[in-house]
């Protein structure tokens, strides 16, 4: 079995999961700004459950991205795109130097993320509600074809606003589809407020209890809290797994963190390199 984490341990990359994490975010920071893009906030909340499952739990070969026994990962936030480039560059699927194009004009690298010709990407996302609804899909297909794969989808807290996330969430657990994944950046802020605010989501948990879940709900910047919970999926047989990851918006830049300002604003001059500062591998 092939996987990126023994690729990362072979080839000498970015082996430790803090280290992954704080390069997404640099990444993440230096590619909306030079694309002059968005969403920089949504990327940063993601950044440790993006490490943690290319580093640690995704079966995926890069060299083969598109063989048959992977698991899939589907992005339904697709506004923060930026991440799982990042996260794909960070462990070989394509150079490093190609995040340079984000955004940019003709650039495969689109602000939201895309599959055209970007290897490792699945499936393009950015109208909200649809991921979920896909990775049931590929989920289902797997059972009826008595494959292992599993299916990793990442959801925003705000797009559990949309009714089609819901309706995949019955079919998922009507088919019992216990190697569907949902984890659930829940970081407390959407768009232009807060979830309490604009549609309050609590008892969130016991929402996707009741619609046929099993859930777990942990420390989303916590590591070893994330490998625990992801290392005993399905979290219950014959039912898909749901895993609340609570976060911070903007996590690890201190004028970004839990700030609504950092969903559409995009780093420049002083406030890129402050941010940038914060993400060194020497800051305190």
Avoid at 57 to 76: M, Q, V
Avoid at 138 to 162: I, N, P, Q, W
Avoid at 229 to 253: M, R
Wanted: proline share 2%; with cysteine.
């Amino acid at each position: 079995m092939s996987s990126v984490a023994d690729f990362i341990k072979d080839s000498g990359r970015q082996a430790d999961l803090g280290g992954l994490a704080r390069a997404i975010r640099r990444h993440a920071v230096m590619m909306t700004n030079k694309g002059g893009s968005s969403h920089v906030g949504s990327v940063l909340s993601m950044a440790d459950i993006l490490a943690v499952l290319y580093g640690n739990i995704l079966t995926l070969d890069p060299s083969k991205p598109d063989w048959d026994g992977r698991d899939r990962f589907i992005l339904s936030k697709g506004h923060a795109g930026a991440g799982v480039y990042a996260a794909l560059a960070e462990t070989g699927f394509f150079d490093i130097e190609y995040l340079d194009q984000h955004c940019a004009d003709g650039s495969r690298l689109s602000g939201h993320v895309s599959h055209k010709g970007v290897p490792g990407v699945e499936f393009s996302t950015g109208s909200l509600g649809h991921g979920l609804g896909v990775g049931a899909g590929m989920a289902y297909a797997a059972h009826l074809d008595g494959k292992s794969h599993r299916v990793f989808t990442v959801l925003s807290d705000g797009e559990c606003d949309e009714g089609s996330v819901w309706e995949a969430a019955m079919f998922a657990a009507h088919h019992k589809l216990d190697q569907l994944v949902a984890i659930i950046d829940y970081n407390k802020i959407q768009s232009l407020g807060s979830v309490s605010e604009t549609l309050g989501l609590e008892p969130f948990a016991d929402k996707w209890k009741s619609f046929g879940w099993s859930v777990v709900e942990v420390d989303g910047h916590n590591h070893e809290a994330l490998i625990r919970a992801l290392e005993s999926l399905p979290f219950t047989d014959g039912k898909p797994s749901c895993l609340i990851a609570h976060t911070v918006k903007g996590k690890g830049v201190s004028f970004m963190e839990n700030s609504v300002l950092w969903h559409y604003r995009s780093p420049q001059g002083e406030e890129y390199e402050q941010a940038l500062g914060e993400l060194s591998d020497n800051h305190a």
